[in-house]
């Protein structure tokens, strides 16, 4: 399932209330770029267990996992498939 349309909307409301979801690369490093920073990485991560029914205890809290709309999508197609890695 495809999931970056929310993904994209959830950043942008939280996050970048000036830019449209055509406007937000997926790969974008939000990290990187200072869009995320760690208090705001645990908003996401909690948003992300919440909305996707992810059991937080199984969550790998690597950065990694979400430094991109992208790699949010594959966090949580892993995640949601009981296959959680570090990357």
Avoid: C
Wanted: aromatic content about 6%.
């Amino acid at each position: 399932m495809d999931n970056v349309p929310e993904i994209k909307r959830f950043l942008i409301k939280e996050f970048l209330p000036d830019v449209t979801a055509d406007q937000l690369d997926a790969d974008l490093d939000l990290l990187e770029t200072g869009v995320i920073d760690s208090l705001q990485l645990v908003r996401v991560i909690s948003w992300l267990t919440e909305r996707f029914g992810i059991p937080i205890e199984q969550v790998e809290l690597a950065p990694d996992n979400f430094r991109s709309v992208n790699t949010m999508q594959k966090f949580i197609e892993s995640a949601t498939s009981g296959a959680v890695s570090a990357h």
